[in-house]
């Protein structure tokens, strides 16, 4: 079974930066997908980013357009970490961000197609 930790939320001005982190432990699939998401009051939890990797090694990466240029997906498989490289952060941006995990060949940005999900890091954009 997968467990999934999130950190590295904060509050940052408008333009600034911060480097989420998920640590993975237990057992992942060969071939996954995992996914940042974030979800704001009152809004759908929606994708940001995904990478799609085999054998530990990353296949191919995507971002939603409302933050691509900005964020970078990556993983440390040394330390069964995902990481969500933040910059030029905007008002926007700010939400509850999750780290999720499914099994399989291909990434969605469907959240129910996830199986498993951390706790939530909350990150503020202030103007």
């Known amino acids: 079974q997968v467990q999934l930790v999130e950190s590295g939320g904060g509050s940052v001005q408008a333009g600034g930066s911060l480097r989420l982190s998920c640590a993975a432990s237990?057992?992942?699939?060969?071939?996954?997908?995992m996914g940042w998401f974030r979800q704001a009051p009152g809004q759908e939890r929606e994708g940001v980013a995904r990478?799609?990797?085999?054998?530990?090694?990353?296949?191919?990466?995507s971002y939603d357009d409302s933050v691509k240029g900005r964020f970078t997906i990556s993983q440390d498989n040394a330390k069964n970490t995902l990481y969500l490289q933040m910059n030029s952060l905007k008002p926007e941006d700010t939400a509850e961000y999750y780290c999720?995990?499914?099994?399989?060949?291909?990434?969605?940005?469907?959240?129910?197609?996830?199986?498993?999900w951390g706790q939530g890091t909350q990150v503020t954009v202030s103007s």
């Open positions: 999720a995990v499914k099994a399989g060949t291909y990434c969605t940005w469907r959240a129910t197609d996830f199986e498993t």
């Open positions: 237990g057992y992942i699939n060969s071939t996954y997908c």
């Open positions: 990478i799609l990797s085999s054998g530990g090694r990353p296949i191919v990466t």
